[in-house]
């Protein structure tokens, strides 16, 4: 049972530079959505999506792009990076009134 | 717009003990959901339970159950006979279906069980 799955599971990056966390469920659910976690401040909701082709903002958007070609796939994207995304990166997804489904998480280091 | 507030940081718990973790929330919606994650120390999120707005009873799972007083718009998690595998942390989550179905958390409570 795959569930969500994100990759990859660490990453260090130096500011300015790009890359893309992937995010890929099998459950056939029509929302995802990434998150943030950092000490102190919960979780914050980054992008989502409600179905493919469509996405939205949540709380912390800036600096972030998201795309949803498929049902499956939720890639995010950081253009440039900043010491300031240093964070714990989550990727859930959930159907209807269920409850969300997270993947196991991403740490990232920006120096 | 929605809000949750968790308003401890952190609690400290003798083992055995039961234990209320708090959460309120806002919304102008009348239909929301309510969730209880835990997040050990390993760091993966796992559900514990569910409360809709509508339910007229509250939920239990095994050992937790939802003090769900609406009209103060309370979410309580209390865990019965607390064990050591209960430190971790814990938040408390909104979903509002009239708002794209989007799922807000609180900052958590860290839970310390003591031995």
């Known amino acids: 049972n795959a569930g969500v799955t994100q990759t990859p599971k660490f990453q260090v990056l130096k500011t300015g530079q790009s890359m893309t966390l992937q995010c ?3 459950m056939n ?28 903002q949540g709380e912390v958007p800036n600096g972030y792009n998201v795309s949803r070609s ?27 009134g269920s ?9 990232l280091t920006v120096v | 717009a929605q809000k949750i507030t968790q308003t401890q940081p952190g609690m400290f718990v003798q083992e055995k003990e039961a234990v209320t973790l708090d959460c309120t929330y806002d ?35 095994g050992r937790y159950s939802l003090n769900f007083q609406k009209a103060r718009k309370s979410a309580n998690l209390v865990i019965s006979a607390s064990q050591l595998g209960d430190s971790a942390m814990y ?4 979903r509002d279906p009239n708002r794209d179905d989007k799922i807000i ?9 003591l031995p």
């Open chain 1, 70 to 96: 498929t049902t499956e796939d939720f890639p995010l994207r950081l253009l440039s990076a900043a010491p300031s995304q240093t964070s714990v990166y989550f990727c859930a997804s959930n159907q209807g």
């Open chain 1, 99 to 107: 409850e969300a489904f997270f993947g196991q998480g991403t740490r």
């Open chain 1, 24 to 26: 890929a469920q099998d």
């Open chain 2, 27 to 61: 919304t102008s919606d009348p239909s929301y959901g309510l969730f209880w994650y835990k997040q050990p120390s390993s760091g993966e999120m796992i559900f514990l339970i569910y409360q809709g707005s509508y339910d007229q009873q509250n939920a239990t799972e």
């Open chain 2, 105 to 113: 958390f609180g900052k958590g409570t860290r839970l310390h069980i």
């Open chain 1, 29 to 56: 659910h029509e929302y995802m959505s990434w998150y943030r976690q950092d000490p102190g401040m919960g979780l914050r909701l980054i992008h989502y999506s409600v179905g493919a082709g469509i996405t939205d």
């Open chain 2, 91 to 94: 938040f408390c989550a909104m």
